[in-house]
């Protein structure tokens, strides 16, 4: 069974999956597989250099500030840019996922799930939610952003009021994760496999 982690921007959901491979489930962090996705997958560097030019990458790397900057102010770009990524980190999901069995409880810890159209890929959905007040706060403390940075990173995210619909479990991290969120979800995996 696989599950989908997501949230909008500093919710817990690093914290989360973290606290999860702890205990020996398997996650599978779709930001950090499309960062190693974009240095590294010929297709998705030729066709980001063709978008942003061949000064984008530096020393084989993507010059991520840069491409930040670019996209969270110019939507069409930020579509463009996830059209390139992903559907190539959907199937190197796809193929990560055939290590398990079909039977075994693991993750996808995605901050677009929706956006993205990856939770097509999970059979349940937990969504870690959090005021925008503590949200701006958390980020601006962990990235060293101005409070218009985030606004606007938070803006190209789907509101967690259309998230919330579409969850199973919805959990609150205003004041952190939760002491009883590993029971919480093992006592929830027990009810909803069948």
Do not use: C
Not at 77 to 87: C, F, G, S
């Amino acid at each position: 069974m696989i599950i989908g982690i997501t949230g909008g921007i500093a919710s817990g959901k690093s914290t989360l999956s973290s606290l999860l491979k702890t205990h020996g489930f398997p996650v599978y962090d779709s930001d950090l597989e499309a960062r190693r996705l974009q240095n590294e997958h010929p297709a998705i560097v030729s066709q980001t250099k063709a978008l942003f030019g061949d000064d984008i990458y530096v020393d084989g790397q993507l010059n991520r500030p840069a491409v930040a900057a670019l996209v969270f102010q110019n939507p069409e770009l930020l579509r463009k840019l996830t059209d390139i990524v992903h559907p190539v980190v959907k199937a190197d999901f796809l193929q990560w996922t055939k290590q398990f069995n079909p039977n075994q409880l693991i993750f996808i810890e995605s901050a677009v799930l929706f956006e993205a159209n990856f939770d097509g890929l999970v059979d349940k959905v937990i969504l870690l939610t959090v005021s925008e007040e503590i949200r701006i706060q958390r980020v601006m403390e962990r990235d060293g952003s101005t409070k218009e940075q985030v606004l606007a990173r938070i803006k190209n995210q789907i509101p967690d009021t259309e998230k919330i619909p579409k969850s199973d479990l919805v959990i609150l991290t205003d004041q952190g994760l939760p002491d009883d969120v590993l029971h919480l979800i093992i006592s929830w995996q027990d009810r909803i496999i069948p």
